[in-house]
């Protein structure tokens, strides 16, 4: 078993739409979790991070976290055709240092 | 300013020759890490360094060897270059090991064996 998983997709949404994006993972003693955006070619770029069960938001984010089903997923409000990317999950492995573990990423298209 | 600056951008080297990519972040952050990314997207840890003492080595070939002169620099060189070796290669910085911390991540060395 990964210790991220996620679906890789591809996730094709029409511009307006909301985009949603799941990420489970097996380690029960992590406690961070986080959302990167990385657009091809370039670097991964935090987009949300999120420690306690329950939802948070910011502008047209929302990630939400359920650590009894170890879960924790992405919403994407009004998707514009910019927010087509891959979007990794990365989760904290527990006493390490802060090592984190990442998903394999889901390709999401926003099509205009 | 860049917060994470690595160089170089792009390596294109043949099998067996010995190269270094470099590290800087001018963030003041204690802990620097090295990942590998593969040609499908999987980051995986290589290592890390929190104030120049090594934290994390992965299962990586000893061909790889990190070296941090300071706490705002990391640097990664490989002997013997081999081909499974291509990939981008990310920087990141992290405030310290506290797992609440967020990594900021480099431009990316894109690194081509032939």
């Known amino acids: 078993q990964k210790e991220v998983e996620q679906n890789s997709g591809p996730l094709s949404v029409p511009e307006g739409a909301i985009a949603s994006l799941n990420c489970t993972y097996s380690?029960?003693?992590?406690?961070?979790f986080f959302w990167y955006r990385q657009y091809s070619g370039k670097s991964p770029e935090l987009i949300m991070s999120i420690y306690s069960n329950g939802d948070k938001e910011d502008g047209r984010f929302t990630a939400q976290l359920n650590k009894a089903s170890q879960y924790v997923s992405l919403l994407i409000r009004d998707s514009q055709p910019s927010d087509s990317a891959t979007y990794l999950c990365?989760?904290?492995?527990?006493?390490?240092?802060?090592?984190?573990?990442f998903g394999t990423g889901t390709s999401l298209t926003v099509i205009p | 300013d860049t917060a994470v600056s690595q160089t170089p951008k792009y390596l294109v080297t043949q099998m067996g020759n010995d190269k270094s990519i470099k590290c800087e972040q001018n963030?003041?952050?204690?802990?620097m890490y090295w990942y590998k990314q593969d040609s499908k997207k999987f980051l995986k840890i290589m290592f890390s360094?929190?104030?120049?003492?090594?934290?994390i080595n992965e299962t990586v070939p000893n061909r790889f060897s990190p070296k941090s002169p300071d706490k705002a620099h990391l640097n990664l060189h490989i002997n013997s270059l081999e081909l499974g070796d291509s990939a981008v290669y990310f920087c990141?910085?992290?405030?310290?090991?506290?797992?609440?911390?967020?990594?900021?991540f480099g431009a990316g060395t894109r690194l081509s064996v032939l």
């Open positions: 990141a910085s992290s405030q310290d090991l506290v797992s609440l911390n967020i990594q900021y």
């Open positions: 990365a989760v904290n492995r527990p006493n390490t240092g802060n090592q984190f573990y």
């Open positions: 963030l003041g952050h204690d802990t």
């Open positions: 380690d029960r003693g992590s406690q961070s």
């Open positions: 360094y929190n104030n120049k003492e090594l934290i």
